[in-house]
């Protein structure tokens, strides 16, 4: 093999692993290691340095001795430029002064090669960027998505919050529909301006289900309304108002704000959100 495919960038520095020098120098790792450990005076931590284990699970895959699998009974050291220089004044040999040759001249080699290039290696660092940030953005809009087809297929839910655009009259009934039905107790409507369509409206609601209307007492019509429709219909029960300017549907023990009267949804814009606030709240500041 190359000895420029033994060498590895760890800690931002450019290293060889002891294994991978002691084969270099026809000896074994546990004598190069003695060796060193004889003469630490030669070997500072810019010369040699120890590998932590995660750096050592790290490198796994790019080091050719610490393949996948085997043990790994001592974190291995790696060894710069200058503590590979120092090496052959440790080791002695003739053969240790060629391969350090060898060595330095790979290391040349290497340095040369990662200057000639470096641009091309920052533009492949930021289209690694790039392909980050456009992974991340796609990963949110997966979610988002995601969230948005577990709503369709949920046929339980409705919509929390949002508006009635001008001309959705059917879809703002539909919604006010579906919420008078799911009640299992009470239906509570605050509105100033009611009329027979909201009453309508309510009668959707399940059997047993009570229903009242708090509004402005102003509002006469409404009381022959009512009359007339509890002498047919399950009784909507009228309650008289006058300190409230906001429309609100309680359904069992949730509040919903609507920012117009139900009567008129759909014909201009109008808010609807589900409000975190108790129904009793509400109810007993109206006078």
Known sequence: MPVENLIHIIRGQQVMIDSD?????????????????????RFPE????????????????????????????YQPYAFTENGIAMLSSVLRSKSAIEVNIRIMRAFTAMRSFLMSNAHIFQRLETV??????????LSEHDRKFEEILSRLDDKEAEPIEG?????QIFDAYTLISDLVRKADARIILIDNYVDDRVLKTLDKR????????FTNPRNSQINLDIRRHNAQYPAINLRHCTNVHDRFLIIDDTVYFIGGSIKDLGKKIV???????SPDDILSKIR
């Open 163 to 167: 508006f009635f655009y001008e001309g």
């Open 46 to 73: 810019d010369f040699m340095f120890q590998l932590t284990k995660s750096e050592s699970e790290d490198s796994r895959s790019q080091i050719a001795t610490l393949k996948q699998g085997h043990n790994i009974k």
């Open 206 to 213: 399940k059997d047993g289900v009570s229903a009242t209307v």
């Open 21 to 41: 020098l002691a084969r270099l120098y026809g000896v074994e790792t546990k004598r190069l290691n003695e060796q060193v450990k004889r003469n630490i005076d």
């Open 271 to 277: 808010a609807f959100s589900q409000m975190h606030q």
């Open 128 to 137: 690694e960027h790039n392909y980050l940030l456009v992974n991340r953005h």
